[in-house]
Structures are given as structure tokens and as C-alpha cells.
């Protein structure tokens, strides 16, 4: 009896002590969390001021908002591209730094910096971009990125153009001041008034070619294709540009050959396409070594979207290196400055021809052996010709066949550089 009393008094307070446990813990927790909420109450989610969400998303900056612990709360498409927000933070120490100084005395900050691209710490090509950082509310701060790489990459091709342009200019112009200076010293003896009259032509000419390239290149980068643009044949633009230096190749007892450019047609802007060519044939005479010979080549392609019409232009000169071959198409770069001057070369003709195929929606590009040669390719568009067009180029076709005769074809091989169609890999521009 007694052993049942005692086993029921401890069960009793068990139970008691369960309680007074339950009751503890469940008081608890209620004050833990009235404590959160105060601390909620106090310290709310920073939120967008009203109407920011939406002119973010319509500017055409990188935005990025940071609450008062540098999380961002909100970041454009933009900012995830370049790589400046990973992690939902800054990946920019700089911008961090601005950031947290604007936090702390509310002043608008700007700087220009120069990042790595994707925002990390290696070096590499660099972002150059505009930050301008300011508060937005009271407790957070919006971060507006401008990237002006592009605009400062003009800048420089602008920069070097204008300086390019004056120390060509300056050279013929140059020449002609002292030569005049020389023809008046020697009135008297007409010997050497003939000899510096010549030098001045020559000076003349130079400088007149150069100027008229200018005027050519500056056309092409402003001009849009689709201006005058026509059905042009192709044999009328190799007849023309074959023209264009028949004096040249037969004072070097060059031979000039066209072969498979009969019926093949490209739409675009005459005058241009026939300054592209002509650029290209010419400079393959004027750097081929005397009694070799240049060989014009068209074929047509057939492509996934539109069929593309190739013209090909294959020398037996000295070839270009292949650290010259990267630069060959750019502005006033020479791959032999004292040749080009014996040969009265601006170094513009190649860039020329790099703006006329790009605005026509094609492509130029570069195969060539140091020794063996080289061989220049357009890749432009073909178009289907109009009846009239067709009719018209009757006569021209005639001629190509007698370009053909009297000139044959140059051989397609894989070990002559004199090939329209070089199987080796080409350096696309």
C-alpha cells in the first residue's frame, strides 16, 4: 500500500516538473519572439522608393542599389554582364569605397576607373568606365556605371588618324616647299630646273593621291551601302581595275591574267566596289617583283542565307610576314615604309577596302607566304541581274573572254602561291 502511495507521488511530480517546463519554454519562445518583431519593427528591409524600380530599368547605365550592409538589393541585367555585381555584392572594391563614403556624408561622388573585364582581379582588356554614386534615401545608395570603353577606343582611332593624316601631309608638302626653294636658286641653269621640276611632279602627285584616298576612306566610313547601289558585274570591275594599272604592270613586264568572271553579279555601290578592287590589284602590281605575274579570280559560293561572289587577287612578291599580316588593313600602316614611298603608297588603300567590304555586308582576308606570295579575297553578296543589267553586260562578258584569251588562267595549286583559291588558313579582317 505504501509502495503504491510512494510510486504515485512521483509520477505526481514528474508530471509537475513537465509542466513547469512546458509552461517555461512556451514563455519563452513568445518573448523571443516579441524581441523579433521589436527588432523587425526597428530595423525593416530597406525597400525602393516608389517609381525607382522602374526608371532604373530604363536606363541605359549599369544601376546598382546597396542597402547600409553593401548587399544589393537591386542591379540591372547590365551590371551581372560586365561583372560588377557577383555574390549579391560589389565585385568593384573601388565602387565599394565610394559607396560606403557616400553613405557616411551624403555626398555625390564621380570617377572614371579602369576595370578588368568581368569585374575580377586579373589583368586583361580593360573596361573603362564613368561611376557616379549617390544616396538614395537614407539608407541606401545607388551606384550608376557608364562603360566607355568604345568611345574612348574612337577617341584613340580618331587621336592617331588626325596625327597619321599630318605627318603624311606634311611629308610631300615638305618636299615641294624645298624643291620650289631649289628651282629659284637655279634660274639660271635649266638642267637642273627640268630635274626639280620632275622631283615636284612627282611630290605633286603624291601628295594629290593622298589627299584623294582621304576623301575616299572618309566616304566609305560615312556612306550607307544601300545609296546608288545597283546590280554591279563583276567582269566590269575587274576590266576597270585592270585598267587602272596596265601601265604600271607593263612597265614591269608584269602579266595581268582574269579568269571565271563572267556572269557574276554583286549589288552595292559602283564606284566603291571598283575603288576596292582597283586598291587590291594595284597593290599587287606595284609589290611584285618585275616579269612575274597577277592573276584575278571570281567565284561563286553558295551559303546558307545568300550565295557570296569571292574575287581573288594572287601576286608572286615577297609575301607578308605573318605579325604584319594583323595590321596590314589598318590606316597609314606600311609593311615596308621605304618600298611604299618608291612606290608612292599611303597606306590607305588596304583600309579602304576593309570599309568597302564590311558596308557591302562582306568580308576581306589574307593568305600569304613570305617568298611564295600573297593572295587578297573578297567575300561580298551576290544578287540576281535585271534584264537590262544582263543585257549590258554582253559586250562586257566579250571582253572578259578576251582577257581570258590572251592571258590564261592561273593553275589552282596547293604549293604555288599564284592559286585564286589558297588552301591555307586566311587572317580575317
Given at each position: 500500500m505504501d509502495v503504491t502511495v510512494a510510486e504515485a507521488a512521483a509520477s505526481a511530480l514528474a508530471g509537475l516538473g513537465v509542466g513547469l517546463t512546458a509552461a517555461l519554454s512556451f514563455r519563452w519562445s513568445e518573448k523571443d519572439k516579441k524581441k523579433s518583431a521589436k527588432r523587425v519593427e526597428q530595423h525593416p528591409e530597406p525597400e525602393l522608393p516608389p517609381g525607382v524600380d522602374t526608371v532604373l530599368s530604363v536606363l541605359r547605365s549599369c544601376a546598382v542599389v546597396l542597402d547600409d550592409s553593401d548587399q544589393v538589393i537591386k542591379a540591372s541585367s547590365a551590371a551581372y554582364a560586365l561583372g560588377l555585381v557577383r555574390g549579391g555584392a560589389i565585385a568593384v572594391n573601388e565602387m565599394l569605397v565610394m559607396a560606403r563614403l557616400t553613405r557616411?556624408?551624403?555626398?555625390?561622388?564621380?570617377?572614371?576607373?579602369?576595370?578588368?573585364?568581368?569585374?575580377?582581379?586579373?589583368?586583361?582588356?580593360?573596361?573603362?568606365?564613368?561611376?557616379?554614386?549617390?544616396?538614395?534615401?537614407?539608407?541606401?545608395?545607388?551606384?550608376?556605371?557608364?562603360?566607355?570603353?568604345?568611345?574612348?577606343?574612337?577617341?584613340?582611332?580618331?587621336?592617331?588618324?588626325?596625327?597619321?593624316?599630318?605627318?603624311?601631309?606634311?611629308?610631300?608638302?615638305?618636299?615641294?616647299?624645298l624643291l620650289s626653294e631649289a628651282v629659284q636658286d637655279a634660274s639660271d641653269d635649266p638642267e637642273a630646273v627640268r630635274r626639280f621640276a620632275g622631283r615636284m611632279l612627282i611630290e605633286a602627285t603624291r601628295l594629290t593621291s593622298l589627299v584623294q584616298e582621304i576623301i575616299e576612306l572618309?566616304?566609305?566610313?560615312?556612306?550607307?551601302?544601300?545609296?546608288?547601289?545597283?546590280?554591279?558585274?563583276?567582269?566590269?570591275?575587274?576590266?576597270?581595275?585592270?585598267?587602272?594599272?596596265?601601265?604600271?604592270?607593263?612597265?614591269?613586264?608584269?602579266?595581268?591574267?582574269?579568269?571565271?568572271?563572267?556572269?557574276?553579279?554583286?549589288?552595292?555601290?559602283?564606284?566603291?566596289?571598283?575603288?576596292?578592287?582597283?586598291?587590291?590589284?594595284?597593290?599587287?602590281?606595284?609589290?611584285?617583283?618585275?616579269?612575274?605575274?597577277?592573276?584575278?579570280?571570281?567565284?561563286?559560293?553558295?551559303?546558307?542565307?545568300?550565295?557570296?561572289?569571292?574575287?581573288?587577287?594572287?601576286?608572286?612578291?615577297?609575301?607578308?610576314?605573318?605579325?604584319?599580316?594583323?595590321?596590314?588593313?589598318?590606316?597609314?600602316?606600311?609593311?615596308?615604309?621605304?618600298?611604299?614611298?618608291?612606290?608612292?603608297?599611303?597606306?590607305?588603300?588596304?583600309?579602304?577596302?576593309?570599309?568597302?567590304?564590311?558596308?557591302?555586308?562582306?568580308?576581306?582576308?589574307?593568305?600569304?607566304?613570305?617568298?611564295?606570295?600573297?593572295?587578297?579575297?573578297l567575300r561580298l553578296p551576290t544578287t540576281t541581274p535585271t534584264g537590262a543589267d544582263a543585257a549590258r553586260s554582253n559586250g562586257t562578258d566579250a571582253a572578259a573572254d578576251l582577257y581570258a584569251e590572251a592571258e590564261p588562267e592561273p593553275e589552282t595549286s596547293t604549293q604555288h602561291p599564284l592559286s585564286a583559291h589558297h588552301p591555307a588558313p586566311e587572317v580575317q579582317s
Open positions: 557616411r556624408d551624403g555626398e555625390i561622388r564621380q570617377a572614371d576607373l579602369d576595370i578588368p573585364r568581368g569585374g575580377g582581379k586579373q589583368s586583361g582588356d580593360a573596361l573603362a568606365v564613368s561611376v557616379r554614386v549617390a544616396p538614395l534615401g537614407s539608407r541606401l545608395v545607388l551606384v550608376l556605371v557608364e562603360d566607355l570603353t568604345e568611345a574612348r577606343r574612337i577617341e584613340a582611332v580618331r587621336r592617331d588618324f588626325v596625327a597619321n593624316v599630318s605627318h603624311e601631309l606634311k611629308t610631300p608638302v615638305g618636299a615641294l616647299s572618309s566616304r566609305v566610313q560615312d556612306d550607307d551601302r544601300l545609296v546608288d547601289a545597283e546590280p554591279v558585274a563583276v567582269d566590269e570591275l575587274v576590266a576597270e581595275a585592270m585598267d587602272r594599272c596596265r601601265h604600271q604592270a607593263a612597265a614591269k613586264q608584269i602579266t595581268m591574267a582574269a579568269g571565271g568572271i563572267a556572269g557574276l553579279y554583286l549589288h552595292g555601290n559602283r564606284g566603291q566596289l571598283a575603288a576596292a578592287l582597283g586598291n587590291l590589284v594595284e597593290n599587287a602590281v606595284n609589290y611584285s617583283p618585275v616579269r612575274t605575274r597577277v592573276a584575278i579570280a571570281a567565284r561563286k559560293v553558295p551559303g546558307s542565307r545568300t550565295d557570296t561572289v569571292e574575287i581573288s587577287v594572287t601576286d608572286q612578291g615577297t609575301g607578308i610576314s605573318e605579325k604584319d599580316r594583323e595590321r596590314i588593313f589598318e590606316r597609314f600602316y606600311r609593311v615596308d615604309p621605304a618600298r611604299s614611298r618608291a612606290t608612292g603608297g599611303t597606306g590607305l588603300g588596304l583600309s579602304i577596302v576593309k570599309h568597302v567590304a564590311a558596308s557591302h555586308g562582306g568580308t576581306v582576308s589574307v593568305w600569304s607566304v613570305e617568298g611564295q606570295g600573297s593572295t587578297f579575297t
